[in-house]
């Protein structure tokens, strides 16, 4: 986990840049693979709702939970529940390509106000897996989290009526990292809880 978490570390420098470029006005992030200006998905709009895996966050847990609902799209919120000294993360969600399509992602509340400049980098480039490394800025430091805060909203679109699982990659070891001068993989957090995407 800590060999991830440097990985990650490493650029995340160049993430803040990113970050800068492509930043919204309301402050998120839209990949920047994403140029489909016409929304992709073909004309129809479905409807969507995110059914989490738990209802209810425990202490030192990563879970998705539904952050809004609109316009054929899904928002999905990744909450950290009581964790201490945190900094980080990085992390991969998976899901079904040919049943729903990533569309954007912004950071939560975990990682500072955009005006602190949290870094957060996204990589899209594999079907169906999405890439994420975040930050809090160096200038803020580390958090110590009471209760439930998001650390990233990602936004699906469905593509096909019916039900596609949202899930962390545990292959690729998702962390929370504690800092900043040095990216350590916090211990003890768990579980890593995903959900359903829900198109009718």
Do not use: Y
């Amino acid at each position: 986990m800590i060999a991830s978490g440097l990985k990650s570390w490493g650029i995340l420098v160049a993430a803040s840049v990113v970050f800068a470029m492509v930043t919204a006005c309301d402050g998120g992030v839209t990949d920047p693979l994403d140029l489909d200006s016409d929304g992709g998905g073909g004309s129809t709009l479905l409807s969507a709702r995110f059914v989490p895996e738990v209802d209810s966050p425990t202490s030192g847990s990563v879970t998705m939970i539904e952050s809004s609902s609109s316009g054929g799209e899904v928002t999905i919120a990744v909450v950290v529940t009581d964790v201490d000294n945190f900094f980080g993360a990085d992390l991969t969600l998976v899901f079904d390509p040919a049943r729903v399509e990533f569309r954007t992602a912004t950071p939560g509340t975990a990682l500072g106000s955009p005006a602190t400049g949290p870094a957060l980098l996204v990589n899209s480039d594999e079907p169906g897996s999405l890439v994420i490394a975040a930050s809090r800025s160096a200038a803020v430091g580390t958090l110590d989290i009471a209760g439930t805060l998001a650390l990233v909203h990602v936004t699906f679109r469905p593509l096909a009526v019916g039900d596609s699982g949202i899930d962390f990659d545990a292959d690729a070891t998702p962390s929370l990292l504690g800092g900043p001068s040095i990216p350590i993989a916090l211990i003890g957090i768990g579980p890593w809880s995903g959900g359903t995407i829900q198109a009718f």
